[in-house]
Structures are given as C-alpha cells and as structure tokens.
C-alpha cells in the first residue's frame, strides 16, 4: 500500500520538493530522497518506509537513554530502515544507511493500532521511536503516537533533531519527551562528518523545549572530533542557557563503529574531563554513560542527596517522592507520570 508523504509541496514538471527534514530536498519525479525512503512517483511524494518496522523490542527506558522519564518503566522501540543523516560514526550503521536492495524495506507492514496493542500487551507505559530517525518513518510515526496517547502511552522519541519546525509543530502535541543527539558544536564537524547542520538541531532542541517537551540531551564523546576543552565549553554553556535548571545531558562513550571502526574508544579519563566542564558550566544533570563499571546516580539539585541510582539500564535504587526528593523536597525536573511533565 502507498503512504503519501506529509510536507511535500509541487514545484512543477513531476518534482516535489520535501519540508520533513532541515534538508528540504527537491526531488524530480521517479528519484528519492537524500533518507533513500521518500520517493517521488509520478509527482506525488511517498513514504516507503510506512510501518516497515525492522525492530521492535522491549527496552528499559534508561537504555534509550531517558533518565528523567518514568524510571524503571519498559518502552516499546521501534525503528524502520534509513537516516537523513550519514554520521561516520553511526554506532546503529547496518540499519539506519539503507540503500536499495538491501531488503530494509521488504519487511511486512505493520499497522499503528497493531503496535499499540503490542506495547500494551507486553505491559510497556511508552513507545520509543527509536535506533534510527524516526523523523524519516514520521507519518507513521505520528499515526501511530495519537492512537498511544488515547490508550495512556507516553510517546519517545530518539532523535538527530533535524526535522523542520512545521514537522515540529505537528509532532509536539503527541510527544512526550525526546532525546536530541548534539553530536559536536561546530558546523563543521556537523557538515563532514555528518552530513548535516548543527543549526537544524540546535533550533529544534529550543523549539521542544519552548513547546514543553521534555528534552533530553546526548552526546558521543569520539576523541579528537568534538572533545576538546573549548568545544564541550562552548556547548555546555549553550545547553545550560537554552534548557536552564531542566537541562539533562548524557556523555556516551565511543567505541569504534561504521567509518570509524579503527578509532580508539573514548577514554575514562576524557568522560570526566567532559562530567566536570558540564557540572562547572552549570548543568545540573550530567550523566557520563557507556560506562558499565559506574552508576548513573541522579542528585538533588538542591541538597545533593542520591534520588535516582542506575546500574547499566537497571533501577538500583529511586528515592523520588512524588517528583521530588525524598530528603528537601526539592521538585526534581523530569516526567515522571506520562502526561504530568515537572
Ligand atoms: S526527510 Fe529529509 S532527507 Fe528525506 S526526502 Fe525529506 S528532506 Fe530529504
């Protein structure tokens, strides 16, 4: 069955040009996408990947990573084939570079109401849009969360936060909580490695959070690319400016995948380099993750007390008392109740 593409607009003679991501392409008739799975047929965009689910599991929600989100809950994680992105250092590769043939796409279709219902049954409280960009399978995505928050579903999103404000606009009502990778801070590095423009993610992390979506932030630590002194400076005083006493980042340690499958991992030393830059620029919830010998322990802003401990994905312990901590009654920011964002 074909899907029609949300955000295409006519631009005569058969091409059409796409609105869904920073990277508008303008797309003439029989061609795709930069994403490889909106395709232009006969001057109508269609979305190719529509329910063409390629994974579908139950997670911890800590292992998206959210931190402040339901803790302890299960999500249900979803992904199709295909990336409007093409990071070197793509650690989910063999699944978000679809090219034709690769049979990514020739998966059954599965429906919106037929995923809620599994998320249900397997006793999820969310669903996680997730592994890839789910702003490439978006149409579906957006059918499918509307059914979720009818059933009490919180709805996740994982995310390279390249999709434009008019795709922003339609997807912030259903979403509850999205975490944005801020893969490095200069252009750049966004432009060569990436393929793409740190300016289109640094708008929708501001959008979300201005909207009243709960943000989430994370960021690859890949050695000599984006950990520098200045560059995690920079953009930790950024992150605490634009999301201010909610700012949540997460420091994930790199191994060597895709393009970069020789580089070294990201060394301990360097992801406390990193924690401290963060805590000293103000951020009030770092997490260094990726690290398996260490908790993540989420503290109280205001008295210092542990209020969330996790051992890899696993709650080990959560002091919350209803959103706030257990010892000085401090609000603690987060969702911590789907459809009650603190
Ligand atoms: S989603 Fe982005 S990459 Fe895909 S066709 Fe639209 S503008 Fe191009």
């Known amino acids: 069955m074909k899907h029609k593409a949300m955000f295409q607009t006519r631009e005569g003679e058969g091409t059409v040009s796409c609105g869904l991501c920073g990277r508008r392409c303008v797309i003439p008739a029989g061609a795709r996408g930069f994403c490889q799975v909106r395709h232009n047929i006969d001057g109508v965009l269609y979305s190719e990947s529509w329910g063409r689910l390629i994974a579908a599991s139950v997670d911890p929600v800590e292992k998206k990573p959210f931190y402040h989100v339901c803790p302890g809950s299960q999500s249900f994680s979803v992904a199709t084939g295909g990336c409007n992105f093409r990071c070197g250092f793509c650690q989910n590769w063999r699944i978000s570079q679809h090219r ?68 922003r606009a339609e997807l ?27 300016e289109w993610v640094k708008e929708s992390i501001a959008d979300f959070a201005a909207r009243g979506v709960w943000v989430e932030l994370t960021t690859l630590l890949v050695p000599g690319m984006n950990d520098s002194d200045d560059e995690l400076r920079t953009m930790a005083k950024w992150i605490a400016e634009t999301l201010g006493p909610k700012a949540v980042w997460h420091l994930s340690r790199f191994h060597g995948d895709y393009k970069m499958a020789d580089a070294d991992a990201t060394p301990l030393a360097t992801m406390d380099r ?44 959560n002091h919350l008392t209803g959103g706030a901590c257990h010892s000085c009654s401090r609000g603690i920011e987060g969702v911590w109740k789907f459809g009650a964002t603190v």
Do not use: H
């Open 100 to 167: 034709d043939g690769d049979g990514l796409l020739d998966v059954a279709e599965v429906s919106p109401a037929q995923t809620v219902e599994d998320a249900l049954v397997a006793g999820c409280e969310s669903i996680s849009y997730t592994y890839t960009e789910p702003t490439i399978f978006f149409e579906w995505a957006l059918e499918t969360m509307t059914l979720a928050r009818q059933r009490g579903l919180g709805n996740l999103w994982v995310s390279n936060g390249a999709m434009t404000a008019e795709a």
């Open 172 to 198: 912030a009502p259903f979403l509850d909580a999205i975490n944005i990778d801020l893969k490095a801070f200069r252009p750049k590095t966004y432009r060569d490695v990436c393929d793409g423009e740190l």
């Open 274 to 317: 990193a924690a401290k830059i963060a805590t000293d620029e103000g951020i009030a919830y770092v997490y260094a993750g990726n690290t398996p010998t260490r908790d993540a322990v989420t503290r109280c802003p205001g008295c210092g007390e542990a209020v969330i401990v996790r051992s890899g994905f696993a709650l080990s312990a």
